[in-house]
């Protein structure tokens, strides 16, 4: 395996697939304690590379931490079964088994951001704006999917309003996965990102123009 220089991104190789692979079937402290230096070199280096490449027109990122937050979950599984880089932007990269998947937008409003995406969604310029914008973004590619979404109308919303499906959601965000496969482990997969990254900007401005961060004080 050879090591990875930052902003040397050429993909993953098909061992960071294996890796997550047998992490699935062995998720263990010996497991991973016995191939942490594998994780190093063929997960967290390439991702470490895409960020700092990603950084000069998507902002500064981080990768999220290995190990699950097991406190309040059945699962006692002590590690994650992929990697997550997160982008200052908003963007997201998840590397797994499954292939690899990217994200962008508000995944879940808190109660002050939703209270302004309602608001904004139940006006007839900015909701007729964001109903073009999700046309857009699933034209060129990526899905627009809401989070945590009611089954039905928001308090004091009509039921037949006709943006009710956008106005069901607590949480908005491009979507775009991708199967394994040989371009993975090329440069190729940097492109696959910045593709869908810029596609999906017109959502998060949206997003950014009308609902904007949280203002309330952290818990």
Same mark, same amino acid.
């Given at each position: 395996?050879?090591?990875?220089?930052?902003? &040397?991104?050429?993909?993953?190789?098909?061992?960071?697939?294996?890796?997550?692979?047998?992490?699935?079937?062995?998720?263990?402290?010996?497991?991973?304690?016995?191939?942490?230096?594998?994780?190093?070199?063929?997960?967290? +280096?390439?991702?470490?590379?895409?960020?700092?490449?990603?950084?000069?027109?998507?902002?500064?990122?981080?990768?999220?931490?290995?190990?699950?937050?097991?406190?309040?979950? +059945? &699962?006692?599984?002590?590690?994650?079964?992929?990697?997550?880089?997160?982008?200052?932007?908003?963007?997201?990269?998840?590397?797994?088994?499954?292939?690899?998947?990217?994200?962008?937008?508000?995944?879940?409003?808190?109660?002050?951001?939703?209270?302004?995406?309602?608001?904004?969604?139940?006006?007839?310029?900015?909701?007729?704006?964001?109903?073009?914008?999700?046309?857009?973004?699933?034209?060129?590619?990526?899905?627009?999917?809401?989070?945590?979404?009611?089954?039905?109308?928001?308090?004091?919303?009509?039921? &037949?309003?006709?943006?009710?499906?956008?106005?069901?959601?607590?949480?908005?965000?491009?979507?775009?996965?991708?199967?394994?496969?040989?371009?993975?482990?090329?440069?190729?997969?940097?492109?696959?990102?910045?593709?869908?990254?810029?596609?999906?900007?017109?959502?998060?401005?949206?997003?950014?123009?009308?609902?904007?961060?949280?203002?309330?004080?952290?818990?």
């Amino acid at each position: 395996m050879n090591t990875v220089r930052v902003n &040397d991104f050429r993909g993953w190789p098909a061992e960071a697939l294996e890796f997550y692979e047998h992490l699935e079937a062995d998720n263990s402290k010996t497991f991973w304690t016995a191939h942490r230096a594998v994780y190093d070199e063929v997960v967290r +280096a390439p991702m470490e590379a895409l960020l700092a490449r990603l950084e000069p027109e998507f902002g500064p990122g981080k990768i999220f931490r290995p190990n699950r937050d097991v406190r309040f979950s +059945a &699962d006692k599984s002590p590690y994650k079964t992929h990697v997550g880089g997160y982008l200052e932007s908003g963007g997201y990269v998840q590397l797994s088994a499954d292939g690899l998947a990217c994200g962008l937008g508000y995944y879940r409003l808190a109660s002050d951001q939703l209270a302004r995406y309602r608001a904004a969604v139940a006006e007839d310029v900015p909701g007729a704006e964001l109903e073009r914008v999700v046309a857009a973004v699933r034209a060129a590619g990526p899905q627009v999917v809401g989070r945590d979404s009611l089954k039905t109308a928001p308090r004091g919303v009509a039921k &037949d309003h006709p943006r009710i499906e956008l106005l069901r959601h607590r949480g908005l965000i491009a979507w775009q996965e991708w199967e394994p496969a040989a371009w993975l482990g090329t440069a190729e997969a940097y492109g696959r990102i910045t593709g869908f990254l810029r596609a999906a900007q017109p959502l998060h401005e949206w997003l950014e123009n009308h609902v904007g961060p949280s203002e309330l004080p952290p818990r």
